[in-house]
């Protein structure tokens, strides 16, 4: 089984794709997770990764998709893929990839949600500094304090409107020209990912039950 899911930010794609590692037992494999774990490695490509970051570069497809064959070899139930393709480029890559291992995608999984949405989500989080608990801002009511430890909440740095722009633009230029793509094949299935995680997770396992029946 092999699944992509494509979303923009903060529409929750961490959370499904645990979700569905826990209920299903797939290897979920996002570029930050392969990366970090290739560099404990201290191998070859690890040490080509290492200079390249150091000299602030993006690491190359080549080498992330040298990653990724890898893991297919010891997954046993399937992988998801997350925050990998990022454009087309990539995408007809991993295609050769997945012809060369004699696999195919099952699933392309476009967790949809509105921008104002997911600025609400970013902007409505607030972290306690003390123990590391987080807050969505509604929930909290006006109380700005920790409920355990009744320490002041903060906002995370990196959650600044700027940033946000620049990461959704990106997402938006990039990345959503892969929807169409995925389309095409008939390969995505669309879920409303402004609901509750519960909500999204059942819309996916939906698409997933109907499929095997
Ligand atoms: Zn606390």
Redo the contacts with the bound molecule.
Sequence with gaps: MNIILLAPPAAGKGTQASLLTKKYGFKHISTGELLRKSLEANDAVSLEIKETMQAGKLVSDAIILQLIEKEFLVAEQGIILDGFPRNKTQALKYAELLTSLGQEIDYVFYLAVPKAVAMERIFGRRT??????IYNSRALENKE???????A?VKREDDTEETFDLRYETYIKETSPLIAFYQEQGLLYEIDASLSTEEVFASIEKVLSKESE
């Design positions: 306690c500094p003390s123990c590391g608990k304090k920790c409920m355990d430890c009744n320490t909440l």
